[in-house]
């Protein structure tokens, strides 16, 4: 019995071209779509990231806020209560420690990692002023409201009601908010 030789059938004058990659037809495409789907996981997680990030972010900065309410002097008078926020902020020692900050509203409202920061006086569970929170985007910035008195204690608000932008601020009656700390 001889051996025989297999040889592939090609036109005679044909050159051989070499593959290379290693890779069919379907096994780029098995390629592309296990890219395509590690993008869209990472990219999911990352935006949950984020999320989580401003919502821990927000009542840190409305703390600041409220340190820079608890000074007193606001343009070198503690007669006069801030009737802005961005007068609070007149003091380098807070502007240094809110980077990334953007003013809306006239100076009212402060922009910061996707929430709203507002000064609001006359709210039920807090005497006198406090800083208010909540998500530029609702479900894409942060889904939790905050609202933080003076006094040190931090209130939060599931927000079903998606209080977002400025056009849908908090309602500041008792129904929906808790103490965390």
Known sequence: MQAQSVQSRRP???SRVADTSGLSGR?????????????????????????????????????ILVAALGEGEI????????????QLLLDERFVRQLPDHRWL?????????????????????????AVLCWPWRVGRTGRRAFLCPPEGETFAHSNAAGWSGLESRPALDRSGWSRID
């Open 27 to 63: 096994g780029w495409l098995l390629l592309i779509l296990i890219g395509a789907t590690l993008f869209a996981v990472t990219i999911l997680r990352i935006d949950r990231f984020v999320l989580a990030e401003n919502q821990r972010d927000a009542p840190a900065t409305a703390r």
């Open 75 to 86: 343009d070198g008078s503690a007669a006069v209560p801030p009737r802005r926020l961005r």
């Open 105 to 129: 509203d006239d100076g009212h409202v402060l922009l910061r990692f996707g929430y709203l920061f507002q000064l609001v006086d006359g709210a039920p569970l807090v005497d006198g002023e």
């Open 12 to 14: 005679e004058g044909a």
